[in-house]
């Protein structure tokens, strides 16, 4: 069963504390991304890699930091330098590597921060 | 830089009543992509218009893509309570941007 999985679905931290979130893909797909979506509004782009070893900021990158060491797997640590880390994060594959084809999306991770 | 606009963001209608939502971008785009993302979900691709002035359909929605390529919209006949969520465009210049969505809120 193909698919992306996302864990864990919800998440508490403490402020100050980092937290890594998971994200992997059977699809074999080549791009990875992460997402920021909060209460009412759209997506927006933290982190993308197109290949192994590979990643670029996106619009939102500050306060977050990534690793592709496996094409599988594009785990998201959300650090304490990011002031308002509330919020619902998903993760998204594609086939390629252009950014505009079609994107699979995980379950999402919701991170609340105490 | 590049915008992708959405309006409505909110809508709520009877069941059996049309819905629309309308998606502008600031620049001309290549291509452009709907989702649906049910509440407490995650969004979920539902077609990629590509040509100037396309219209593709999908059972009771209608998804056109403008003549100049900046605008696109979907429409649905008679909203179901299935029809419930938030549907983004995303629009394609040089990267892929997310609109900021519509909600639709469907009562029976």
């Known amino acids: 069963d193909g698919g992306i999985t996302q864990s864990p679905k919800y998440l508490f931290r403490k402020e100050g504390q980092n937290v890594t979130l998971s994200c992997e893909q059977n699809?074999?797909?080549?791009?990875m991304y992460w997402y920021r979506q909060d209460p009412g509004q759209g997506l927006r782009l933290i982190y993308y890699?197109?290949?192994?070893?590979?990643?670029q900021k996106g619009d939102i990158a500050e306060g977050y930091s990534v690793s592709r060491e496996k094409k599988e797997s594009f785990p998201l640590t959300v650090t304490s330098a990011q002031k308002n880390p509330t919020a619902f994060y998903l993760c998204?594959?594609?086939?390629?590597?252009?950014?505009?084809?079609?994107?699979?999306f995980g379950p999402g991770t919701r991170l609340t921060v105490l | 830089g590049q915008q992708v606009m959405q309006i409505p963001q909110y809508q709520h209608v009877q069941e059996g009543e049309d819905f629309t939502t309308y998606c502008n971008s600031s620049?001309?785009?290549?291509?452009i992509q709907w989702y649906k993302q049910r509440p407490g979900g995650h969004p979920v691709f539902l077609i990629q218009?590509?040509?100037?002035?396309e219209v593709k359909k999908q059972k009771r929605l209608t998804f056109q893509f403008g003549e100049a390529k900046k605008n696109s919209s979907l429409h649905i006949t008679a909203t179901q309570t299935t029809d419930v969520g938030t549907y983004f465009c995303?629009?394609?210049?040089?990267?892929?941007?997310f609109g900021t969505g519509t909600r639709l809120q469907v009562f029976p």
């Open positions: 998204a594959s594609s086939r390629g590597q252009e950014r505009a084809d079609t994107q699979y």
């Open positions: 699809l074999n797909h080549d791009a």
């Open positions: 890699s197109q290949i192994v070893n590979d990643f």
């Open positions: 620049t001309t785009l290549s291509n």
């Open positions: 218009l590509v040509k100037s002035g």
């Open positions: 995303a629009g394609r210049s040089d990267k892929l941007i």
